[in-house]
């Protein structure tokens, strides 16, 4: 089924500890993002691309990097774990930065 | 920054009932969008407007803009048990946030049997 495949599901870091949570897509879309959900905070954008090499900081980047080898793929790196990055984290995909958005499933992270 | 916010934050119906759903923005816009959220899941596309469409239909979903007043609403008629989720609204802004979608906080609609 096209769409957009986020692994792993759920992940336990241990502080300091670096990981990367994989974002997939296959509707050859150019627009590309992560976000973060947090109780009673809506989702809030990490980073995007609009395109294969292209990427910018949202709202709350500070701790993550993103690199944008191909249009399928767009995975984000906590470089170095810490308890106020626990949260869920969806990847989205695109045709345009406006247009409507497809959601992978998430990943559920915890950091102790 | 905020830019849509939902009101209410949560809302209780029994199943045949209407649910209706606000939201608000601050900044002019290019178009708003809905999405929905089941429990434990990602977010789903519902229905985008753009800023010069007043009104749309997407099955029993309408949804209204009034660009006057900044804000929206996301009406579920004769609502069922499987509605149960929470419902976000999205805008895109005419100027700043580079064109990216920004999210409010989300309604919490719980539909009883």
């Known amino acids: 089924n096209a769409g957009v495949t986020q692994t792993p599901k759920f992940q336990v870091l241990k502080t300091g500890q670096s990981m990367t949570l994989q974002c997939a897509q296959d509707?050859?879309?150019?627009?590309m993002s992560w976000y973060r959900q947090d109780p009673g905070m809506g989702l809030r954008l990490i980073h995007y691309s609009v395109g294969a090499g292209i990427t910018d900081q949202g709202e709350v980047p500070n701790g993550y990097n993103v690199s944008r080898s191909t249009t399928e793929d767009f995975p984000l790196r906590l470089l170095s774990a810490a308890p106020s990055q626990t949260s869920v984290y969806f990847c989205?995909?695109?045709?345009?930065?406006?247009?409507?958005?497809?959601f992978g499933s998430g990943t559920r992270l915890t950091v102790v | 920054s905020q830019q849509g916010e939902e009101d209410p934050q949560a809302l209780s119906i029994q199943e045949g009932e209407n649910a209706t759903m606000n939201c608000s923005y601050k900044t002019s816009i290019n178009n708003l969008q809905w999405y929905r959220q089941n429990s434990g899941r990602g977010l789903v596309h519902l229905i985008l407007?753009?800023?010069?469409?007043r009104e749309k239909h997407s099955g029993r979903l309408r949804v209204t803009l009034d660009t006057s007043k900044k804000s929206s609403s996301l009406l579920i008629t004769a609502s069922r048990a499987a509605d149960t989720a929470s419902y976000f609204c999205?805008?895109?802004?005419?100027?700043?946030?580079?064109?990216?979608?920004?999210f409010g906080k989300g309604t919490k609609l719980s539909v009883k049997p």
């Open positions: 999205a805008t895109q802004p005419r100027i700043g946030s580079q064109g990216n979608l920004i």
């Open positions: 989205a995909s695109s045709y345009s930065s406006g247009g409507k958005n497809t």
């Open positions: 407007i753009r800023s010069n469409e």
């Open positions: 509707m050859n879309h150019e627009y």
